[in-house]
């Protein structure tokens, strides 16, 4: 099966800084990759995410890019700001669209934390 | 809409207790899932269902039971509950189609087992 590895676990920034979030997966036949903000005691919610068709995906403050021979992509947020502090996971799919069933296999989450 | 539901919240069981979580959605939503979170483990996926009636075993399904009676429901069941099953449960849905595979989570329902 797929795994997906993320890193860093916790990464601390200052107001105004940029954030990197790095995700590595195993299974090259993975098509579609999410990534999901959790705020302390709510529900993971989609931020972004990208099709292995498309290298970069932008809206606004995020990004995510994926690199198909390395088999890692990445959540880049720029100017960051206290509210951005959370739980970042990100999450790979196999054959999504097709006989996955659009099952996720996520990485272990960063505890991003924004200083004002 | 209220999206998706999870009831109850908060529960703590006595180790071989059996209880029931309930999932609802109400986005029309073919696919189901239910999720565990634990500290540093990111979620992992207990079972699936990709229609009334069907379900099928994820990554971490021992222990647990779902079942699928109608579209917008979706149980899952703990037969004897054990410390090792202390965690988040999220319950989420997804429609089918090749444009759109976002996942929608419920609140979540945090269970002890002591």
């Known amino acids: 099966g797929e795994n997906v590895e993320q890193h860093p676990s916790t990464l601390s920034v200052q107001e105004g800084d940029s954030a990197v979030i790095k995700c590595t997966y195993s299974?090259?036949?993975?098509?579609?990759f999410p990534w999901y903000k959790q705020e302390l005691g709510k529900r993971p919610q989609l931020i972004i995410d990208?099709?292995?068709?498309?290298g970069e995906k932008k809206d606004q403050r995020i990004a995510v890019t994926l690199n198909k021979t390395a088999k890692h992509f990445s959540l880049h947020i720029t100017e960051t700001q206290p509210e951005d502090s959370a739980v970042y996971f990100c999450?790979?799919?196999?054959?999504?669209?097709?006989?996955?069933?659009?099952?996720?296999?996520f990485g272990q989450g960063t505890i991003l934390t924004v200083h004002p | 809409n209220a999206g998706v539901t999870q009831t109850p919240k908060f529960r703590v069981l006595k180790t071989g207790q059996s209880m029931t979580l309930l999932c609802a959605q109400d986005?029309?939503?073919?696919?189901m899932y239910w999720y565990r979170q634990d500290p540093g483990m990111g979620l992992r996926l207990i079972h699936y269902?990709?229609?009334?009636?069907?379900?099928a075993k994820g990554e971490v399904p021992d222990g647990y039971n779902v079942s699928r009676l109608k579209k917008q429901n979706f149980l899952l069941g703990l037969e004897s509950a054990a410390p090792s099953q202390t965690s988040v449960y999220f319950c989420?849905?997804?429609?089918?189609?090749?444009?759109?595979?976002?996942?929608?989570f419920g609140p979540g329902t945090r269970l002890t087992v002591t």
């Open positions: 989420a849905s997804s429609r089918v189609g090749l444009a759109d595979y976002e996942q929608y």
């Open positions: 999450a790979a799919s196999l054959n999504a669209g097709g006989t996955s069933y659009g099952k996720l296999t």
């Open positions: 269902s990709v229609g009334e009636g069907t379900t």
């Open positions: 990208i099709r292995s068709n498309v």
């Open positions: 986005m029309n939503h073919e696919y």
């Open positions: 299974d090259s036949a993975s098509n579609y």
